[in-house]
């Protein structure tokens, strides 16, 4: 079974988050903080990672930005909730700049996306941009 790193600082989307991947057949692995999240890549193999964008002392792009310096090919999946008017130019940020896929945590069909990402990783992953 495949290891899924899951990085929010929510616990509660973070336990739902857990959930579906179980349901689609992975590992989760779960951290609270971005920091968790890198220590636990340091230490052990994971398939793909999925994150929250909007987190205290290290966000998601941070975040991103650290797993590309180490992981450049990495599958990655940012998810936020936060104001669309401040969300929605960091989530084209990681798209552009760190390859990632990107979803808002409301998106009625968040299932679905995980589950597509989860089936073919690394289809977003590519070269951070120079």
């Keep these: 079974m495949s290891a899924i790193l899951i990085v929010d600082d929510n616990a509660y989307f973070r ?3 857990c959930e579906a991947v179980r349901r689609l057949g992975y590992a989760p692995i779960m951290a609270a903080s971005a920091r968790e999240g890198l220590s ?3 230490s ?3 398939r793909a990672v999925i994150s929250d964008l909007l ?4 966000d998601g792009l941070e975040l991103a930005r650290a797993i590309r310096s180490q992981h450049p090919r990495m599958p990655l999946l940012i998810l936020s909730d936060g104001p669309e008017a401040i969300t ?3 989530l084209r940020a990681a798209q552009l700049i760190y390859g990632a896929a990107v979803s808002e ?3 009625g069909d968040l299932g679905t996306m995980l589950a597509d990402f989860l089936a073919q990783p690394g289809k977003e992953a590519r070269e951070p941009a120079a």
């Design 40 to 42: 636990v890549l340091a």
């Design 44 to 46: 052990q193999p994971v």
């Design 88 to 90: 929605a130019p960091c």
């Design 55 to 58: 987190m205290p002392q290290m």
């Design 105 to 107: 945590k409301s998106s």
């Design 15 to 17: 336990d739902y988050l």
